[in-house]
C-alpha cells in the first residue's frame, strides 16, 4: 500500500505538470520527467518523493544538481556496469580448466589429497588412479600387500629423494582380474590349489571396497584384441609365469609381471615411466602443506614434493610437465595445485573480471584524464590476486606473469576477497589493455586489435565493398603474411602491426614475454627446429619452429611476434599497447568514440547522422578542453536538447 501510495502521488505530480504545460505541450521533457531520466540514467533508480518535492521547490535542475548526482556511489555502480559491457570483462569461458590439477580428498585409509585425473596415467599407470591410501612413503616396508611381486625391502625414495613405488596392481585396462574366494593370500590360493602356482605372479591383492585385501588372478584381457594375442607364457626357472607374449609380435609384444621398479623413459636418470600394464603407487605423507588450509595435511608423496626443478635432469616444474614428471609435485603450499572444489577457481576469474572496472573506476573518481583507463599503471588486488601474483600459483591453469615484482604486490591474505588494495604495475603495463581479463578475453593479437577498434574507436575491419578476391589458383592466395595476402589485406594490412603492440604478451595467456627470458631470438629454439624438434621439450612455443615460407626459413628460433615484421613495426612490439593509444589520440578517433559511446549510454541508441552534425564536433572539443573528463561530458550530453526531448 505504501509503494501504490508512492505512485500514485508521483502520478499526481507528473499529471498536474502536463497540465500546466497544456496537452499538447511543448517537445522537451517537464522538470519531472526530466528528473527521473536523469535518476534513472545516472543512479539505476527513480527518484523518492522527497527528491521529487525538493526539485520542484528549487524549480529548476541545476548544474551542480548533475554533478552532485556523478558523486553517488550508485552512480560509480552503474559506470562499473558500462564499463563492464565495453571491455566484455568476462573471462568464464576463456580459461580452460580440465581439473588435473586438482586435488581431491580421499575417504579410505589415511584419506590423502591426490591428484587423480589425466595425470595418473604418467605418474602411476592409469588414469584415474590415486596413491597406496593405507602406506605412509617413508616407511614403506611397515606392509608388503603383494609379497610374491615385492623386494624383501622396499626402496622408499631415490637417491635424491624421488618417490617409488610402494605398491602395484595389475592394471584392468590390460588385465582381467577375478577374485579368488576362500582365499586369503595369494599364497594360499595357491595352497589350496585355487590359482595355479604358475601364475603366482599374475595373482594380486587388490582393495574390495570394504578396504580389506582380496587375492585376484589378473590375466591378459580376452576381450581386448591387443591383449587377446598374448598367447605364450614365458616361464622362469621354477616353472612361473613372468610375461605373456604374442607370438607375431605386433603392437603389444608382451606384457611382463608387475613390479615396484620403474622403467627409464628414454633411459634419462630421473625420467621415470610406469611399467605398461602395471599400476604403481606411491604413499602418503603427513607432514604436506597447501596454501588454502592451515595446518599439516596428508597428501600422496609425489603431489607433496616442493620442487622447482627435476633433481635429475633439471628440468623446470614450472610448466605444465610437472603433472607427468614423477619428481616435481605440487610446489611449496601446494601452490602449483588447487583444492577439489571448483570455488578457488571461480574466485580468480570474479576479481580478475574485477580488475579493469576497478582501474575504470578509480581515474573516473579522481577525475583524471578518461584515456588513463587505458594508460595507467595502476592496478589493484585483493586476496586471491595478491595470493596467485605473489606466489606463482596454478602456473599451467593460470599461464599469468606478475603485474609487478611479486615482493611489490600487496600481500593480502587468501580469504580477503572482498578488500582490494591499490599499487603499480610495472613499466610494461597499460591501463586495462595489459591486465589478465582484457589478455584472455581477447586471446590473440588480432583479437585484441579488433576489440580495441571496436570498443575504443568505432570502428570495424571490414573489406572495401564491391572487393574481389582472386582466383584460388592465384599464387596470392598462398601467401602467409596475412598483410599481403589477396582478400587479407584490406583488414590485415591494418591489423598485423596494430597487434604487434601487443607482441610481448602471450597469445592465449597473460604473460609478459620479458626481453631478458625471451630474447628476439633464441639459439637454443633455433638449434631444435634445425633438428626437427619443434617443441624442444615445451620451451620453444613463443618462437617460429616451422617455416612455411623463404622468410619463415629465415626465422627460426625468432620470437613468432618479430616474424613479417617491418622495420617500423618493431618499435610497436617494444613500447606496448601505451603507444597505441598516444598515436590515437592524436588523430581524435579516442575522443570522438569515448562521445559516441557515451550519448549511447545515456539516450539508449547510437547518434543520428543528424545529431553527429549538431553536437559531435562540439561535444569532442568540450571534452577534449576539460581534459578528457568523463564526467564533463556526460554533463554535457544530459544538457543537449536530444537528451531533453521526449521520444
Sequence with gaps: MQKLRVVTAVAA??????????????SQLSLERRLRQLYLDLLGRPPTMDEYRFTQAKGAILEEDVRELMQREPFYGRMRTYHRALLRANISASIFVNADTRLATTTDGLRPLEIRGNPSSSLRGRNGVGCDHFLEQDNCNASHE????????????????VPLPVSVDYSTDQYSCAQVMGASSCADAVTQGLVPDRHLYFCDMRRLSSGTLAPHVCLPSATNPLTAALTVEELDGQGRVVAFVNPAGGTLPRLD?????LPLNGGVRGRYQPQRGCVQREGVVRNAATFWTSGPQVMCA???????????????????????????????????????DASLHAARIASLNEEPLLIADSVLRRDEDY????????????GTLSQLFRNAQSPTVWLTTAPAQPALVPDLPLEQRDTWVEYTRDAQASGVLTTPAWLYRFPTQRARVNQFWEAFLCKHFAPPAGTVVPPPEDSCNRENNLARRCGCSYCHA????????WGRFGERNAQYLDPEVFPRLSARCRDCALAGDTTCNNECGNYVMQAFDGEGASSLGLLRTYLYRTPEEEPNIIAGPALLVERMLQTGDLERCAVKNVWQHLLGRPMTGEEERLYL??????????????KHLMLRVVQTDAYRRVD
Design 13 to 26: 505530480l507528473l499529471s498536474s505538470a502536463a497540465l500546466a504545460q497544456g496537452v499538447c505541450g511543448p
Design 146 to 161: 603383494d609379497p610374491q611381486l615385492e623386494p624383501p625391502t622396499k626402496t622408499c625414495r631415490d637417491a635424491l629423494g
Design 257 to 261: 609381471k608387475c613390479g615396484l621398479t
Design 302 to 340: 609425489i603431489e607433496a614434493q616442493a620442487r622447482d626443478l627435476n633433481p635429475w635432469t633439471m628440468e623446470s616444474c614450472e610448466t605444465s610437465r610437472f603433472l607427468g614428471d614423477r619428481s616435481c609435485g605440487c610446489g611449496v603450499g601446494a601452490r602449483r595445485c588447487e583444492p577439489g
Design 371 to 382: 584515456f588513463s583507463v587505458l594508460t595507467t599503471r595502476r592496478s589493484f588486488v585483493n
Design 494 to 501: 591494418t591489423i598485423e602491426p596494430t597487434g604487434a603492440h
Design 617 to 630: 564536433k562540439h561535444l569532442v572539443s568540450e571534452f577534449a578542453a576539460n581534459g578528457h573528463n568523463l
